[in-house]
Each structure stands twice: as C-alpha cells, then as structure tokens.
C-alpha cells in the first residue's frame, strides 16, 4: 500500500483494527513501519522516527535456529542495526498446508535479545530466480506448479509466472507467514519483508508456453500503455527489451499479488530485489535476470506492482562508476533506494559513501555470519577483522546517529562519492561552494608538492575511501568521510574574494538532527584540507569568505 502519507497512516489504522479484532493478542503499541516521501526525496520510519538501516544479510542457509548463534556476533561486529534473513517456503509448509514457524520464533527472541530489527526475505517461488527453496511438494509436482517452456517446448528450470496454482500456493503461505507476524510482533522487530528473492529467469527471456505465447501475441495491458505512452503488442511498444518487458510485467504481477495479500494482513513495507545487468550495457544486452527488476524494466514494475513500496538493486560490481550509476538509477522520486545486497569485500564497503550521497535508506553487504561460507569471488575471500571492520568502522560513526542523518539528509542537498579506479578527485558544487574528495593524500601537505617529499599513500592503488556530504545551510555543511581529504572551494569568486574555512568541529548529531560538538578541529588538522582516515569521523563545517 503505497499512496503516500495519509494512505499509509490509514493502512496503519486498518491493521491496528484487525489487530484488535483477534481474541487474546495485545494491540499493537508501535505504530507501523513505512515510508515518508517529499521532494523526491524518502526516510524509512520506523516507530513514527527516522530510520537508516544500516543492515547486514546473513548467508542463504544461515535461516535455522541453530545457525542464529552464528549471525548474532556478527552483527555485533558490524555495529549493525538490521539483520536480513531469508524465511523459506520449504521450512515453513514443508507438507501442503502444515505450517510450522518455530524457526521464526527462535528468530524474533534472538532479534530483540539483540537489540536488532529485521527484514525477512520471502524464498519461494523464486530464488534466484530458481524454486530451490520451494517445498518437495511442489518442486516435484510439474504438472501443477508448471516449469516455464523453452522456445522449443520442453521445461526449464525457472517456475512459470502464468500459473495461478502457483501463485495461490504461494500466497496462502506468505499470508500465513504474515499472519503468525501479526500475532507475534507487535512491536515490529520485522520492519520490511521482501517477497521473493531475485525474481526472473536466466537462459531465456520468457515463458514459452501456450498460454505466455497467446499473452505475449496480444496488445500490452492498459495500465502499462497508460504509465509508459507505449501501445500495440509487446514486440511494437518494447522492441528488443519485449520478452524482458513482457516477464517482467507478469512477474511483477504475481508478486505483487503476494505482497497485497500479505499487507493486507501486516502494512509493512515490501520491495523486490533485481540481479543487474551491466548499466552501461545497451539494454537486454549486459546480463541480469530478464523479468527482474533491473534498470530497463523499472517502469514496467512499477506500473505492475503498486503494492511494492520500492524495487531494489544487488550490487555485485565493484566498480565505482557502475556502481554509482545503478544508485542514481534506482534512487528516484516514485523510488527509495535501498541498497539489500552488496558484496562483502572491503572495497565494496567505500561504496557506503555514495550510496548515503544518493540517499539511500539502507545498506546491507551480503553473506555476513560466522558460519565460514565466503561467496567469492563476488564478495570477500574471507570475513578477517580487516574485512569486517572496513563495514564496521562506518556502521559504528552512523549507530549513534542513523535516525537523525536519515532526517537531514532527507531535508537538504546531500551528495557523496566513492574512490574510482585511478583514485581521481571528484567534485560537487553546492550553491557557491564547490566541494572536492581527493585520495591518497597524507594528512600533512600535498602528494606532489615540489617542497616535501613523500612515500606513497597506504591507500595508494587500494579501492577505499569516500565522502558524503550535506549542505545545511548557504555556507554550513555536514561532512564524513574515510581514506579520503575534502575541500571546499569558492565555486565563482569575487574580484579579491578568497574562501576560509571559518570552522570545523568533530562531533555527532542528536535525534532530532541538531549537531553536537566533540572538539574543534584548526591548525593542523586543518591547515592542508580536512583529512580523513579508515576511521570515519563527523564534522560540521563553516565556509565563509573574505576580500
Ligand atoms: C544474490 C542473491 O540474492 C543472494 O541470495 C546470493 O545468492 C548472492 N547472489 C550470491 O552469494
């Protein structure tokens, strides 16, 4: 449920009504999670306050009572404040309509023991686009829960979204997955659920069969001609992209479906995540699960799937261009990024800078447990302190403040960079000021001054490092950063008119996003930019100028 503020409030009271309605369970005291959008820009609330997650997912198997122990430390590690964990059909109705949620319940008294909230992630009729994580019974059972078809008619792999039987299987479970949330978490330990998990298919765009063949044939359906300007058949609106267009409207379709039923019971908010193609790539041509919520089919999902509040991006690319370029894709005024996976290697953890610079609500690197699976070489050989602290020494900055920046960041010009191949300085003007991240700088003197000798950087040739910063006021910035020096420059000086930097105190934020002071940075720590190392620090800048 998806239309803005008073909507989502009115959600809220529907389901605190149900709530009440069931015999024996307490009303719900905290109001429910959602989304604040204004100006194109969002904040998750949870608790009616400002939310950032800064989140870590656990590994694909790590989903059992027993493995818990082995998630919980490393979150603590992270200074993590959400944990995303799948919940997988066939755990939950390993018989057809036998349920048995005693793995969520370890699940929700580990999460509050610890202090930590939780996004739950649907694993059913997709997978990776695969049924792996659907139960025997419908794994085996081709003929009522059909395999799509091949161009040339025999099945592959992926579930066809065509089928009803499927959809209705899947549903009914999802829905009694949500109910057992409704009676057990009343206080939203669970603050987003996302139905499926990478939804799609690899191999081939679409579903073959008959029934998809006769669909596909037919004029694109009027919701999408409506959202898009397009019409005629699937072929004439989309050209090349159409059998992903196609896939991805009935994809979105069926779980949007889901995430209804499922709302209707809990109003929580519900994304899908999308495996990317290349950014760069043309489209339908770098890759990606066709039918996914990748880049080119965005408008397609969200014209067919309303009740998803956003569709999300796993980013498995290190690079910092591709990287960038898929959050300003994802992050727009009819969608909040959210960044659900990210892989675990350290040099994926700079991205944490642009990533809040686009706004985003949440940020998780995937495969984070103390169970010893390492899913390289997308992400980390190994979780080693040096890995983990690359995430932790930014977690541990923001812990204090998620809520407050979350509230800032949303209220003002924020932008945020990452280190790119080469180590290139990047610059950003905000109103008079232009504002630089430069790297491999020492925190004394300049890397090529002609007067001071220096070794090379540590971080010289290493992808760390990034800057994120909020302009709130004309001449007043917020600004942190890692690995990295930031500069603030007169973007048009006056005749004679030179920049000062007036002051620079290290600190934190309070809830209500007011700054509060730890020191004053001048001299030194001043005197040749503002130096950042691997240990993140928040400042608040004064700009001013003189002539
Ligand atoms: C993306 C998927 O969503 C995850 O569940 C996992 O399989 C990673 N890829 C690879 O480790």
Known sequence: MKAGLA???????????????????????????????????????????????????????????????????????????????????????????????????????????NDMRLVLLWFATWKNTGPSYAPMWVKTDTARFPRMRTPAGSAHYALSPHSRTTLEADKRAFVRL????????????????????????????????????????????????????????????????????????????????????????????????AALSDPFAAPGTGGGASGGPDMPVIDVWKAAAPHLDFVAPDIYMRDQRQAAEIMRLYARPDNALMIPEIGNAADYARLWWSALGHGAIGFAPFGMDETGYSNYPLGAKELDEQTVEAFASKYRLFAPMAGAWARVAAQNPTWGASKPAGG?????????????????????????????????????????????????????????????????????????????????????LAEDGSFVMRRVWNGDQTDHGLNFTSQPVLLKVTMGSYQ
Request: glycine residues 8%; hydrophobic residues 45%; proline residues 7%.
């Open 178 to 273: 949500m109910r057992w949330l409704r009676d057990h978490d009343p206080d939203h330990t669970v603050i987003m659920v996302q139905p499926e998990n990478e939804a799609g298919v690899y191999g081939q765009k679409r579903d073959h069969s008959a029934e998809a063949n006769a669909l596909f044939a037919g004029p694109i359906p009027a919701e999408l001609a409506q959202r898009t300007g397009k019409s005629g058949s699937w072929s004439e609106a989309f050209g090349p992209l159409a059998d992903s267009a196609f896939n991805a409207w009935y994809t979105a379709r069926y779980i949007d479906e889901i995430a209804a039923a499922g709302q209707a019971v809990v109003d929580l908010p519900m994304y899908a995540n």
């Open 424 to 508: 290139a300085s990047q610059t950003h003007r905000f109103g008079r000021w232009n504002a630089a991240v430069q790297y491999e700088e020492w925190q004394f003197g300049d890397r090529d001054s002609p007067w001071l000798e220096s070794d090379p950087h540590p971080s010289a040739g290493k992808q760390v490092g990034g800057a994120v910063i909020v302009q709130t006021g004309a001449d007043e910035f917020l600004v942190a950063a890692s690995d990295a020096r930031v500069r603030f420059t007169l973007a048009d000086a006056g005749p004679g008119e030179s920049a000062a930097m007036l002051r620079a105190e290290e600190g934190t």
């Open 7 to 113: 909507g989502a409030a009115l959600a809220g009271w529907l389901a605190l009504c149900s709530l009440a309605a069931v015999p024996g369970i307490a009303m719900a005291q905290q109001p429910l999670p959602r989304i604040d959008s204004a100006n194109g820009k969002h904040v998750l609330m949870v608790d009616d306050k400002p939310f950032l997650v800064l989140g870590a997912q656990a590994n694909n198997s790590s989903n059992y009572p027993a493995v818990l122990p082995q998630v919980w430390p490393m979150m603590e590690r992270l200074h993590a404040n959400t944990l995303e964990i799948p919940v997988a059909w066939e755990q939950v109705e390993p018989e057809e309509g036998r349920f048995n949620f005693s793995y969520l319940e370890a699940l929700l008294n580990g999460a509050r023991e």
